[in-house]
């Protein structure tokens, strides 16, 4: 099947009446201030280093620079007025939208300009309602938009964190599957500065530390594994020896093998459900399963209580007969709003991840294995400890076989002197049912995507996170026995890791009854116009929200009653009124003698009323797996590799 991204390469601004922006006039600046009288200073270019004139001028709808669209960048919170070629305000935000690539319209309330601006920073902050601050809580993600960064928010009591910026707001970083970047925990790399605080921040995030171009001086005599191409000096400007390229070596080195072969897999038969509460906790009634406190167990084919099929959750307070669910971030599961259980369903436990040992597969310089996560988030990385520790860091990969292979699984490492850490990736496609809301994945591993519906017209779809900020492709889908409406189109309005929201879009239509006794307006858009008798005509007002375009009007009458002429005429640009009349030109009056109706279309594309439109689908690349939810019968990675040590 195709796939068509929806979201451009460049942002596109419209007029007021949804056209392309011609000739348009963009002004950008202090927050909660009127731009054209209080600009900031924008960029053509990420590193912000090419201004641009304001106001900026549009083409045909897009932003330009030498005859081809551009995008533009702030290094700030921003307010935005774009007005129209004949000066007309088409939009005023006090606090306005950003653009990125790959990232159209992306809000950036929650990103600073470089590492040093967000220590800096004191605009984010724990608390709420401050003027002109922006408030963050514990699992919020912040962002460097020159290096690229990510910084999980901490809890405000929080004593582990990473750093901590001039608001107080302390953060853990967020690091690459090749390590912990000396730049994001504050590193200068000058020649000049004394780097040692920042890179002890880094070694204790990951074990090998990544060094980017740049020349950086520390008193670290420890020997410390790093990838990069940076240079490392001691304060006095010599090489600092202590620092080790990895896959670097030296022939006087003993080399220690790394092998083995890992997975996770179903501890025993499934066992029969014959109970479960609608209550917080859940409560799993299961005659003798035998499960343990704090192992992983998957819900599969409960009668009623459907929203735990198929999902993955913890073992609590297990009794004989009974155990109490928890999810991947350690929270009671709350049941008050499922379906009430019926009958049936099985459970079944997982061993976890562990190393085959048996003839053939014995691990060779392995210690163990467990599975952690970063911050107070859900687990989302395996770590394999040495039993040794390595002086120079090696070789290290990693294989999966075949029965992985066929599941587009992979998996990325970053490799230290004593153990190395794992996290395994596989593309999410999926598709969401409009009217039941559930999400289908069938071949995705872990806990299933869920999707609500925010009452705004709009739906927001959660799962398991990406491993990189990259919006999701979605297009319309079918689910079985509906027919596909190829006019419609879905719109993202915002993403981030972990979820993303979208609405269907399509030309407007309905009709209005007379059913004998008042007028009865169906649309399918999500806004409804409200309708009004009045005595020579029929008035539908659908509001600011909807501006109309070439609207077509027919009408129908019931069998065997006299036909009436129906005329539309549209006063304003967002109501339709409608006059009834005989051939006689008789105008009907706001109560008719008879039933009857007529139609409406327009091509404007309006918000649907997405309950009544099938289903939509989506891509996500790259989705990492809670590695406790990969289970598998069969499926291996193979790991190899080799280090040195002294």
């Known amino acids: 099947m195709a796939l068509t991204q929806l979201a451009p390469p460049y942002p596109i601004f419209t007029d007021k009446s949804g056209s392309p922006l011609d000739a348009g006039y963009l002004y950008f600046g202090e927050v909660n201030k009127n731009p054209e009288t209080n600009p900031i200073t924008v960029y053509y270019d990420r590193g912000f280093t090419q201004p641009v004139a304001q106001p900026v001028r549009t083409s045909n709808g897009y932003i330009m620079r030498n005859g081809s669209p551009a995008l533009i960048y702030a290094d700030s919170q921003f307010s935005v007025t774009v007005r129209n070629k004949q000066n007309e305000l088409v939009i005023y935000s006090p606090v306005g939208f950003g653009v990125m690539p790959g990232v159209p319209f992306a809000v950036f309330e929650n990103a600073a300009r470089d590492v040093a601006a967000l220590l800096a920073d004191t605009q984010f902050t724990y608390a709420a309602g401050v003027p002109n601050t922006v408030q963050v809580a514990a699992g919020d993600i912040l962002r460097t938009l020159t290096e690229g960064f990510a910084y999980e928010v901490a809890a405000s009591g929080a004593a582990d964190e990473d750093v901590t910026t001039a608001g107080g707001v302390k953060l853990y970083i967020v690091p690459s599957a090749a390590g912990c970047d000396v730049k994001a925990a504050g590193a200068v790399g000058d020649g000049v500065t004394d780097d040692t605080a920042a890179f002890n921040i880094a070694k204790s995030v990951t074990g090998v530390?990544?060094?980017?171009?740049?020349?950086?001086?520390?008193?670290?005599?420890?020997?410390?594994?790093?990838?990069?191409?940076?240079?490392?000096?001691?304060?006095?400007?010599?090489?600092?020896?202590?620092?080790?390229?990895?896959?670097?070596?030296?022939?006087?080195?003993?080399?220690?093998?790394?092998?083995?072969?890992?997975?996770?897999?179903?501890?025993?038969?499934?066992?029969?459900?014959?109970?479960?509460?609608?209550?917080?906790?859940?409560?799993?009634?299961?005659?003798?399963?035998?499960?343990?406190n704090g192992r992983i167990v998957q819900l599969l084919s409960l009668g009623g209580m459907v929203e735990v099929n198929n999902n993955f959750y913890t073992v609590a307070n297990a009794t004989t007969d009974t155990f109490e669910l928890l999810d991947e971030n350690g929270a009671n599961v709350d049941g008050t709003g499922f379906s009430a259980y019926t009958s049936g369903g099985t459970a079944r436990q997982t061993t976890g991840w562990f190393f085959l040992d048996d003839v053939g597969h014995e691990p060779n310089g392995f210690s163990d294995i467990v599975t952690l996560g970063f911050g107070s988030g859900p687990k989302r990385t395996i770590r394999m400890n040495y039993n040794f520790t390595a002086t120079k860091v090696g070789t290290f990969s990693v294989t999966n076989d075949e029965t992985l292979a066929q599941d587009k699984i992979s998996a990325g490492c970053s490799v230290n002197a004593d153990h190395a850490l794992m996290n395994i990736y596989q593309d999410l496609l999926g598709t969401v049912n409009h009217a039941t809301l559930q999400v289908s994945a069938p071949e995705f591993y872990g806990n299933r995507p869920t999707a609500v519906n925010n009452g705004d017209g709009t739906i927001t779809v959660t799962h398991n996170s990406t491993g990189k900020l990259e919006p999701p492709v979605v297009y319309l889908g079918t689910p079985t026995g509906a027919a596909p409406r190829y006019e419609y189109f879905p719109k993202l309005y915002s993403f981030d890791t972990s979820s993303f929201t979208y609405g269907v879009y399509g030309p407007l239509y309905g009709s209005v009854t007379y059913d004998g006794s008042a007028w009865v307006v169906t649309c399918n858009s999500y806004?409804?116009?409200?309708?009004?008798?009045?005595?020579?005509?029929?008035?539908?007002?659908?509001?600011?929200?909807?501006?109309?375009?070439?609207?077509?009007?027919?009408?129908?009458?019931?069998?065997?009653?006299?036909?009436?002429?129906?005329h539309l005429f549209s006063p304003l640009p967002n109501r339709l009124r409608v006059t009834v009349s005989d051939f006689s030109g008789a105008v009907q009056n706001a109560s008719p003698t008879t039933s009857m109706t007529f139609q409406f279309q327009s091509d404007v594309m309006v918000l649907l009323d997405v309950t009544n439109i099938g289903a939509t689908s989506f891509f996500r690349p790259a989705a990492i797996i809670n590695p406790e939810h990969m289970v598998s019968t069969g499926g291996n990675f193979w790991i190899s590799g080799e280090m040195l040590v002294g």
């Open 527 to 566: 806004v409804k116009p409200v309708v009004t008798a009045f005595s020579g005509y029929v008035e539908l007002n659908f509001g600011s929200s909807i501006t109309l375009a070439n609207t077509q009007l027919t009408g129908v009458t019931p069998s065997g009653t006299v036909p009436y002429l129906y």
């Open 209 to 292: 530390i990544v060094i980017p171009p740049g020349t950086y001086r520390t008193s670290i005599s420890v020997r410390t594994p790093y990838s990069g191409s940076g240079t490392v000096q001691t304060l006095a400007g010599a090489v600092n020896t202590a620092f080790v390229r990895v896959g670097e070596g030296d022939t006087d080195k003993r080399l220690r093998p790394l092998g083995g072969v890992i997975r996770n897999e179903w501890d025993g038969p499934a066992k029969t459900v014959t109970g479960a509460t609608q209550a917080n906790p859940v409560v799993i009634t299961c005659v003798a399963h035998g499960f343990t």
